[in-house]
Structures are given as C-alpha cells and as structure tokens.
C-alpha cells in the first residue's frame, strides 16, 4: 500500500497570509486528490492532482484561491491563498494505486487561521 | 449529482451490542462502496470495500456491509462491538467512470465501557 506524507502536520497562521502544504508519497500513483474536513464536517474534495496539466476543481474550489501543483507522479502541493477563519480546516492527500484499486489517505495539515 | 447520505450522524451503544449504520447513495449508475473509518488522532483507514460479487462484503475488525442494490444502500454491520471501536465512520461511493470518491457526512460511534 502507499505510504503518504505531508507537511506540515499543523500551522497557525495570520488572516490574508497563504500556507502550501505538500504530499508526497512513496511511490508513482496515478491518481491524486487534495480533500477538505472542516470541523465535525465530512471530508469534501477540493480538487484532483494532475500531472503535468492544470488541476481539475470541484464546484466551489477555484484555482486563485487553492493552487495546486503535480510536478511527478510521487509529489503534489495545495496551497491555501489568502487565508481567513472560514478556511480553518484539515486538509489531506489523497491517493489511488490503481493496482490495489483502492484509495489511501495521508495524516492531514490541520490548519488554523486566527 | 452523485451523494451519499449517513442516517446517524452520532451513535452511542454499550459493549457487545450490535451495530447497523445506514448508508444510501443516490447515483444509479455502477458503483463501488467503502466504508472508512477514522480512530481518535489517527488516519482515515479503509474497513471494507464493495466492487463487485457477492454483496455480503467482510471486512477488517469484524464489520461487514450488505449492498443492495434495489435500495441503494450500503449497511454496515457489526454484531458486537467493542469500546475500540469508538470511532467516525464514512461510507463513500466512487462511480465506476470515474476516480473521485464521495463520502457521506460520517457517524461518530461511541462504545460506553
């Protein structure tokens, strides 16, 4: 199964400041995803990492506002630009190893904006 | 659009009681079924999965899941539980053409000792 990392763990940040968080997994997947869940909430997808192209977004994700990179297939960034209270939340990667047919979670970047 | 709809949204039980969590979806296409479930401080971590076959699927811990299909559910069930499995749980849905996967909003089972 992958193994998935990301940093950082957690991060208090200042309102209007931007944080990017990275994944990175230990080895080549065909899919990844970055995943919202905010507090008592489910988890809600923001966004599937595309390597080599732009980021494909679900309804109320936009680009200017969580940026996403997928520079190789082991490595992907999220960040959260200009940030406010609202987006206080863990934010995690996500994977599928099309061979396992099954989808992994990293730990999560819980995120408090103050 | 595709959802998936978790009837409890808080669950308390006593040791050895028997669990059932309901799960429907609303897509009527070919699917495939998780349940996840996430322990106190820990990972999302998958419990069981339904692709394809017999639609009484195992799974780890003792839980198993009945998908029928004419009620687009999902059930998981556990005939006793343990105070261990205090934890949230999240059944998803991902269409077969597709590599997203949607999870219900969970239920928070707590095991009274």
């Known amino acids: 199964s992958a193994v998935i990392s990301q940093k950082p763990s957690r991060d208090i940040c200042q309102r209007g400041t931007s944080l990017t968080i990275q994944c990175q997994v230990d080895?080549?997947?065909?899919?990844m995803f970055w995943y919202r869940q905010q507090p008592g909430q489910s988890l809600t997808l923001i966004a599937t990492?595309?390597?080599?192209?732009?980021?494909?977004?679900e309804s109320g994700f936009v680009i200017d506002k969580f940026p996403i990179s997928r520079p190789n297939l082991t490595f992907s960034t999220l960040t959260v630009s200009n940030m406010s209270p609202e987006d206080s939340s863990i934010y995690l990667c996500?994977?599928?190893?099309?061979?396992?047919?099954?989808?992994?979670f990293g730990p999560g970047t819980r995120l408090t904006v103050l | 659009a595709q959802s998936v709809s978790q009837h409890n949204h808080h669950v308390i039980l006593s040791e050895a009681a028997s669990l059932e969590l309901g799960c429907n979806y609303s897509?009527?296409?070919?699917?495939?079924l998780f349940w996840y479930v996430q322990y106190p401080g820990q990972h999302l971590q998958l419990l069981l999965k339904?692709?394809?076959?017999?639609?009484l699927v195992k799974g780890i811990k003792g839980f198993e899941a009945e998908f029928i299909k004419s009620k687009f559910s999902f059930n998981l069930r556990k005939p006793s539980v343990q105070w261990s499995d205090t934890a949230e749980y999240f059944c998803?849905?991902?269409?077969?053409?597709?590599?997203?996967?949607?999870f219900g909003k969970g239920t928070r089972l707590h095991i009274l000792p």
């Open positions: 996500s994977v599928v190893e099309t061979s396992f047919n099954e989808q992994f």
């Open positions: 080895s080549q997947v065909t899919m």
């Open positions: 990492a595309n390597q080599g192209s732009e980021a494909t977004y």
């Open positions: 897509y009527g296409g070919t699917v495939n």
């Open positions: 339904y692709f394809s076959g017999d639609p």
């Open positions: 998803a849905v991902n269409e077969r053409r597709d590599d997203k996967i949607i």
